[in-house]
């Protein structure tokens, strides 16, 4: 057994520091659409990397995704994952933090991933960031920046 004793009351906010968070059991989470197949719960599970239980979006165009803890966070770090295996297309997302509830987000990053059957079909980002009291964070997802009707995919939404 590994222990450590801690000189000072441990938070929730503390442990996350150093832990995945457990959205299943902190927060709700809202989708615009997802497949029965390809739930958004696939996203919060431990098959991750290539080959991972994906989400897929079960309409066409622009999806978002938003994680509304029940207590605010102290988020350190970010990691997303998708994998695209059929559609060639550039996918753009953005990731946006709420500290009030969800009445004003404030855009922390923007990206795109080009994905193509016969090159590049994975994407792993990993952001370290500082934010506190974090009570929302908004994931939007353009699927293809090309205009051509395709659905959204996520693998892999973590956060500590």
């Not at 029965?36 to 978002?64: C, K, M, S, Y």
């Not at 995704?65 to 350190?76: E, K, R, S, T, Y």
Request: hydrophobic share 40%.
């Amino acid at each position: 057994m590994r222990k450590q004793i801690a000189r000072s009351p441990l938070s929730p906010a503390s442990l996350s520091s150093r832990h995945e968070l457990d959205v299943v059991t902190l927060a709700t989470v809202l989708v615009t659409s997802e497949t029965p197949d390809f739930p958004i719960d696939n996203v919060f599970d431990d098959h991750r990397g290539l080959g991972g239980t994906r989400w897929i979006a079960a309409e066409p165009g622009e999806q978002t995704l938003i994680v509304a803890f029940d207590m605010p966070q102290l988020l350190h770090r970010i990691i997303l994952e998708v994998e695209e295996r059929e559609v060639e297309r550039t996918q753009e997302l953005a990731i946006a933090l709420s500290e009030d509830g969800g009445q004003i987000y404030r855009e922390l990053l923007r990206q795109e991933y080009t994905f193509s059957p016969s090159g590049a079909t994975f994407e792993r980002e990993e952001w370290t960031i500082a934010a506190r009291t974090v009570t929302h964070v908004r994931l939007w997802i353009n699927p293809d920046k090309g205009g051509r009707s395709c659905r959204a995919t996520l693998t892999t939404l973590a956060f500590y």
